[in-house]
């Protein structure tokens, strides 16, 4: 996802259902009443209706039809959650779950969804659900009421996760609860306006991760680290004075409206060298997509650690028109009304969030949906 420089594919998914009637709004209509309707429901009838729901709700903004309906389909995504009847009926009530709060916000539905969450991550045989519960976390937390204080408390429980290595949920080693568990706390970590207390604990975390044999953990360690770094900074307020000229290896000017505030690792020179050893990894035994994922993305990582005023996609070459270094370079088109660009990490962090829960909808959402342009302005 990281490398992808534009979403221009996903917009696919609109033009499926875009047949110039308002048919998709009966369709979700029966669909949400057969979701609630239980009674003489079957499993397969159950994954056919969470589907079928999901694809309309992630190709269409439907706010108006939904919100009626929300203390209804809450229920019953949670009782196929419980039960767990089968794998594919659990993570579609999951991911149902997701795009009904980023539809329709709720202030209250945090605390009966998180404690049926945690009961799922931390209960389940399977590490896929286990995984899936752990994602959900980011919209059950951001669209689901939750503060600052309760973020944080996850934010710990996730630490313990991955400093196990999944261990402390029942799935020890498991590297996709463990990337699952590290996104997570990427994503809310970008919510956290003072990051100080929780960077030592959460880097030394991090780091560790940087060793495991699989390259989404690395990955997924690697963009929690930069963002740490990154959120290090903060604008430059009146108090701070007026800023001296910064210059970097090669004497262009640094960007100078951010100011440091805090160390993040006291072993900042150890981790340049290790992520430069990742960054340039030749090993035959990795194979060449993920060496080439960890050549892009280490380099990167390890440009925002020698400088966290740069972000994702940061390119040293000059600009001839400017004479300026064309920085960050990666872009998002929203069709043709404009041009995101992500130039810092936390931006990445939610845009990834994002497009895990919206998939082929992001593009929609994002120019209907005012909760998804407020995430991602």
Request: aromatic share 8%; charged share 30%; hydrophobic share 40%.
């Amino acid at each position: 996802m990281a490398s992808s420089n534009s979403i221009d594919d996903m917009l696919s998914l609109e033009a499926a259902l875009d047949d110039g009637t308002d048919a998709w709004k009966q369709d979700l209509s029966d669909r949400m009443e057969e979701i609630i309707d239980r009674k003489r429901s079957s499993v397969q009838g159950r994954e056919t209706a969470y589907a079928a729901y999901a694809h309309i709700l992630t190709a269409r903004y439907a706010f108006d039809e939904v919100d009626g309906k929300v203390s209804e389909l809450l229920p019953a995504f949670l009782k196929s959650i419980k039960s767990e009847a089968s794998e594919r009926e659990t993570f579609l009530a999951i991911r149902a779950i997701g795009i009904t709060l980023i539809t329709c916000p709720s202030d209250t539905a945090y605390e009966t969804l998180y404690q049926a969450m945690k009961r799922c991550y931390t209960s389940s045989e399977s590490h896929f659900i286990k995984a899936t519960a752990l994602h959900s976390l980011g919209s059950i937390l951001m669209y689901g009421g939750a503060g600052d204080s309760e973020m944080e408390n996850i934010m710990d429980e996730l630490l313990e996760i991955i400093e196990s290595d999944g261990a402390t949920i029942d799935a020890p080693d498991s590297a996709q609860v463990v990337v699952a568990a590290l996104e997570e706390w990427g994503f809310l970590a970008t919510s956290i306006d003072d990051l100080e207390e929780r960077s030592e604990a959460a880097m030394e975390a991090f780091v560790e991760q940087l060793d495991s044999a699989d390259a989404a953990v690395q990955i997924a360690a690697g963009e929690n680290i930069a963002l740490l770094y990154e959120k290090s900074y903060t604008e430059r307020e009146d108090d701070d004075g007026a800023a001296s000229e910064e210059e970097d290896e090669e004497g262009h000017p640094l960007d100078t409206s951010v100011v440091k505030r805090y160390d993040v690792y006291r072993q900042t020179n150890q981790l340049k060298h290790k992520l430069a050893q990742i960054a340039n990894v030749s090993a035959k035994s990795i194979n060449r997509r993920d060496r080439k994922q960890l050549h892009v993305n280490f380099a990167d990582i390890l440009n925002t650690v020698e400088y966290p005023q740069r972000g994702p996609r940061y390119q040293k070459a000059i600009d001839s028109e400017t004479g300026k270094r064309y920085g960050s370079r990666m872009t998002v088109r929203i069709h043709q009304t404009g041009v995101m660009k992500i130039d810092r990490w936390w931006k990445l962090m939610r845009l990834q969030e994002l497009r895990r829960i919206l998939g082929g909808g992001f593009v929609v959402h994002y120019e209907k949906n005012e909760v998804v342009f407020d995430s991602l302005p």
